[in-house]
């Protein structure tokens, strides 16, 4: 989360008031005022705070072959979460790519468990309305055997009861058949094969982007030359 602070002290300020009860000459009282001086202080110091609730996750990849690869979530202000993939080492072609349940990898990636699904429906295509939340689809591997590709997800949030940080990505050995193939692990795992690598998820650091920090500095001008103060910008 990256929060951003603005801290403002004000100067003093006097106001000229007249006094309609000045009885210093009575018969001036009714076309004469003495001015009388009131000085005006604002509370001091006031903060502007401005949370932008971005969240940031990444996955490194590993496995017993020679594919590998980095994955990064990120998400803000509780929108979707977008995925960027990059995975070498892989045979040219779709493999299956899903987020599984368990971010353990202590006997290598099966025991990540099964493709994570809080609402215990059958699998199928990211864009289908009955899916695991972990069904990503499928990533393509170029000749090269690098896959690269960026995913947009609403059932991965970072943050959340169903938050996906700690829990693993797979990436797997033939293409997912998205629930369509008719086989008998259509409706489990898509029958896309061994797992390849993986990686667990877990938060990064995110840094205050330049637009957020030209944004808060330019609201820091906008309150006027009346006051002084600081401006202090703080990323987590």
């Known amino acids: 989360m990256v929060t951003s602070t603005l801290l403002l002290s004000s100067t003093s300020s006097h106001l000229l008031l007249s006094n309609p009860n000045n009885n210093t000459n ?3 009282r009714s076309n004469s005022f003495s001015p009388l001086s009131l000085k005006l202080t604002r509370k001091s110091p006031k903060s502007l705070t401005v949370v932008a609730a971005a969240k ?3 996955a490194v990849l590993k496995g017993t072959s020679s594919v590998e690869g980095v994955v990064t979530l990120t ?4 929108g979707p979460t977008t995925v960027n993939v990059c995975i070498t080492g892989l045979t040219p072609g779709p493999h299956g790519f899903h987020l599984h349940e368990y971010g353990d990898t202590t006997n290598g990636c ?3 468990g099964a493709h994570f699904n809080p609402n215990n429906m059958t699998h199928g295509a990211p864009e289908d309305e009955i899916r695991h939340a972990g069904d990503l689809g499928n990533i393509v591997a170029n000749a090269d055997g690098v896959a690269e590709a960026t995913i947009v997800d609403s059932q991965i949030p970072l943050s959340g009861p169903n938050a996906v940080i700690g829990r693993a990505l797979v990436v797997h050995e033939l293409e997912d058949d998205l ?3 008719g086989h008998e692990l259509s409706l489990t795992t ?3 094969g061994g797992r390849l690598a993986c990686g667990v998820v877990g938060l990064t650091p995110v840094s205050i ?3 957020l920090e030209a944004s808060l500095v330019g609201r820091f001008v906008e309150l006027g030359s009346n006051y002084a103060g600081t401006l202090a910008i703080h990323g987590t």
């Open 26 to 28: 009575p018969s001036l």
């Open 56 to 58: 940031k996750a990444v």
């Open 75 to 78: 998400q803000e202000d509780g």
């Open 110 to 112: 099966i025991s990540t």
């Open 179 to 181: 629930g369509k193939g």
């Open 190 to 192: 898509g029958n896309a």
């Open 209 to 211: 982007t330049r637009a």
